[in-house]
């Protein structure tokens, strides 16, 4: 299957300048943990802010949770933000309010 995948997307970017590169990764490896973080970066968020806008998580068991949990145990809040902290260091350079006041555009 993941052989299908690479040569499919090698086939749609043949003519493209310049050529993607083309990265296979496995569940597990860190630049899987890495790309995922860059595509999902709410795993910074406290429990109920992913709650409220991720409501299927609230159908995970509790060890499901953990073991969802436990796949962003490298998490580095100092070099990776959360989209919600990231966007309150940029609002926050630009309006007067504070983060624990006024209404959040991320919830």
């Not at 309006?95 to 209404?103: A, L």
């Amino acid at each position: 299957m993941i052989r299908s995948c690479e040569q499919f997307l090698m086939e749609r970017s043949k003519n493209r300048f310049p050529m993607p590169q083309l990265h296979i990764l496995r569940e597990g490896e860190s630049m899987s943990r890495r790309l995922t973080s860059r595509l999902a970066p709410s795993h910074g968020d406290s429990p109920e802010q992913q709650l409220a806008r991720f409501p299927a998580l609230g159908t995970l068991s509790e060890q499901e949770l953990i073991a969802l949990r436990y796949k962003f145990r490298f998490y580095d809040p100092s070099s990776d933000p959360s989209f919600r902290d990231w966007f309150w260091s940029v609002a926050g350079t630009t309006s007067k309010s504070r983060k624990s006041t006024g209404v959040s555009l991320c919830d």
